[in-house]
């Protein structure tokens, strides 16, 4: 139960938390952002399905400029564990109701359909690339996006006789794709506090997600996460 807390955090990379664009926020989400954000030049990467190798050219590409000595896993490698992640969802209780079924909309469908490519930036942190076969499946990211942080900003998850609580705030974050999202998942258990930020750029059929496990400065680690996000967005952009 206690990797329940890291599911949950990897859950929000497939489902989609936190869209900055496009919404009517609530007052705790909106009480986050600052009163401007300055403007980035637009990337629309992804217009078309990525493929395996390209994805894991682009994550070495940036390994490599950025100076980053994480190991790289493609497609191929990674679709194991994603089922499992699956799986184990299947077997855990989320209260509201609704919010279960939000933290898992299309799940499976997102697996069968999209191409990933994952390179760990540390023990905890990594950056993520999911390329679906078509926009719909980010379109309808976003839609779900919005309900999830309006109606199930704060839920809780049971599974063997433990509960693990857990909330979710949009934070601030900007990137040079259309769309940035970015939120902080707070999840406690047994008096042990965890807290996961997900920041995620959305470009045509691409979503890349950088996720940092228990930040020391949450400010710095969205501005990390927001250069090689970047980064990787104009890698692929040469594809």
């Known amino acids: 139960m206690k990797a329940s807390a890291l599911l949950v955090a990897g859950v929000f990379v497939l489902s989609g938390c936190g869209s900055s664009e496009g919404k009517s926020e609530s007052a705790s989400a909106a009480e986050t952002k600052p009163a401007s954000a300055t403007p980035t030049p637009t990337l629309a990467v992804g217009q078309e399905q990525y493929t395996a190798d390209e994805l894991e050219d682009a994550l070495t590409a940036v390994k490599e400029a950025e100076g980053l000595a994480g190991q790289i896993a493609n497609d191929a490698m990674v679709r194991p564990e994603l089922g499992a992640a699956e799986d184990a969802l299947a077997g855990i209780a989320v209260t509201p109701e609704e919010c279960g079924e939000l933290l898992t909309n299309g799940l499976g469908e997102k697996l069968n359909d999209g191409v990933f490519g994952i390179m760990q930036l540390s023990a905890t942190d990594t950056v993520t690339i999911i390329s679906y076969t078509d926009e ?79 930040p020391a400065d949450t400010a710095a680690a969205v501005a990390d996460a927001e250069e090689i996000i970047n980064a990787v967005l104009a890698e692929l952009e040469k594809k």
Do not use: Y
């Open 136 to 214: 719909s499946f980010i379109e309808e990211q976003i839609k779900s996006n919005n309900q999830q942080l309006e109606d199930c900003s704060t839920f809780t998850m049971e599974a063997n006789g433990q509960s693990l609580a857990a909330s979710g705030k949009e934070v601030e974050a900007t990137t040079d794709a259309p769309t940035t999202q970015a939120v902080e998942v707070m999840t406690s258990m047994g008096g042990e506090q965890t807290t996961a930020l997900q920041i995620a750029a959305l470009s045509g059929t691409t979503n890349i997600t950088v996720a940092v496990q228990d």
